[in-house]
């Protein structure tokens, strides 16, 4: 048989009720198959023979497994072929070619390939352009350090430094900016007091200089005792900013709490300054420090908004969650944000995208990983997806970013891509493929100026006999049991003005004139052009002009 099937694996999710699944990939023998049930948790287990499951089919072809136990819904039955490396088809010298036994060692070569094939795209790789050449290299693992490249760029080594380490230092240099901000605080404490000192005396020197009367001394007096509320409400301030500056260690992981502290310090703080000013005109030194107390506070409330910012910023990716969905799906515009869809059913996938509203920068990914299955993404209201109103990924593997644009009419813009690449004769219209006439309508020519017997390879091509080659010359078709043409096979055989003349001989099968009926070799002139088609599996037809 022909192998032309490149898949070796298969996905299915269980119901609770099918217990048969097929195997639509050819292989041999029972053991050649690997079962895996992935539960709902994505726990994976390899399944027993008969423990688990039975297998029906192979030799060669397709086949099935039945499990003792159906896959639950929300679990997952994946199939996958696992050849055994060995070569077991012996030629005994001389003995009659062994078409099957030959094309069934080729079959287990294509399937070792294939699943060679398979494990190295799944394997990290160097891209096509990269100009690294060699054996890239990793040295042996070292227990908790970092990999990076060497100096040279063409091999991997492990870090100087442990990853513990470097979270230890990291957690240190934040503690020492903790602690750098309780000192200021402290200084900022000391500041204060030093400025409460100077309103104590500014306040003495002024009772002493009273000389109006008791109404006077009595403001004065009051004056005072405003004043001592503000060195209270300063010490308050004081013991805010401490308890702001602890809640601030606590922030390497809470940086928003901290946030929030250092900003009712800094209130309280602005509220103290504004007391002192309206107490007593002559604590221009208490107002200037509690001035320069705010300004600290600031400053520790603006450095935990960094750190807020900055934590968030590493906490961003492009997608930072990842569904399994089938059936019909509508996400929400705020909380499925940055959500990754991989449609692995198959069965058709609808996604009912969220209206935009004022929403800018959503961004959901859907991805087609089913293989037989279409998804179908439809828009919501007037919005627009690129100016359209939906699309679909029909092919395996396509996928497509979608970001919501505030704009009129609201639009989606999408980033995609298909797993489909035309090859040599064949053209890609979007999703949809087709032959290129101008190359699958050549007859390829080979080319003879001596005896010839043909092969497999010249299927589909004309054999040529130049002009300049004037000797008669025999071209043979080989028998079936050397070259097991497929039925319906066409040989055109051309021989060029002034060449000589060809026979056209058969080894062992029938060769039969049309028209004629006749049988046994035939004689193709100068300017003469035939065709032999396989009829049967040991019979072939040749007709055309020339032939005799």
Known sequence: MTITNPTIRLSTNGDGVT????????????????????????????????????????????????????????????????SPLTQETDYAEGDAF?????????????MQNQEQADKLDR???????????????????????????????DGIENGSTNLETIETNVAADAAQVVLDKIATAADVVSTNADASSTAADALQTSADRVQTGLDRVATTAD??????????TAGHATTTTNNAASTAADAVSTAADAVTTAGNASTTTTNAINTAVDAIATAADVVSSADNAGSASTSAVNAAASAAAAAASAASNLYSTIAHVSGTVSPNIV??????????????????????GTSEGARFGFINAGGANSVTINRNGTDTINGGTSLTLSDDTQFV????????????????????????????????????PAVTSLIPQNSQSSAYTCVLADVGQHIFHPSADTTARIWTIPANSSVAYPIGTALTFINDNGAGVITIAITSDTLRWAGDGSTGSRTLAANG?????????????????GLT
């Open 401 to 436: 970013t979608v970001i919501s644009d505030d704009n009129t009419p609201d639009n989606w813009i999408t980033l995609s891509g298909s797993s489909i690449v035309a090859g040599d004769g064949i053209i890609k219209t979007g999703e949809t493929l087709s032959t290129d």
């Open 123 to 153: 394997s990290l790789s160097l891209s096509e352009t990269s100009e690294v050449t060699g054996n890239v290299s990793i040295e042996e693992p070292i227990a908790g350090r970092p990999l990076k490249w060497n100096a040279t760029g």
């Open 335 to 356: 909380t499925d944000d940055g959500t990754l869809y991989v449609c692995d059913t198959a069965s058709a996938v609808t996604i009912n995208l969220p209206a935009i």
């Open 19 to 82: 217990a048969v699944y097929p195997v639509s990939f050819p292989f041999y023998e029972e053991t050649d198959l690997v079962i895996v049930l992935i539960a709902a948790d994505d726990t994976e287990t390899i399944q027993t023979l008969t423990t688990h499951y039975t297998v029906t089919g192979g030799e060669g072809s397709t086949g099935s497994i039945t499990m003792v136990t159906a896959p639950a819904a929300g679990e997952r039955l994946v199939r996958y072929r696992v």
């Open 529 to 545: 052009m035939v065709t032999a088609v396989k009829i049967t599996s040991t019979s072939w037809m040749i007709g055309g002009s």
């Open 223 to 232: 004056a005072v005792s405003t004043a001592a509320d503000a060195v209270t």
């Open 98 to 110: 062994p078409a099957d036994s030959h094309e069934a060692a080729l079959d287990r070569l294509t």
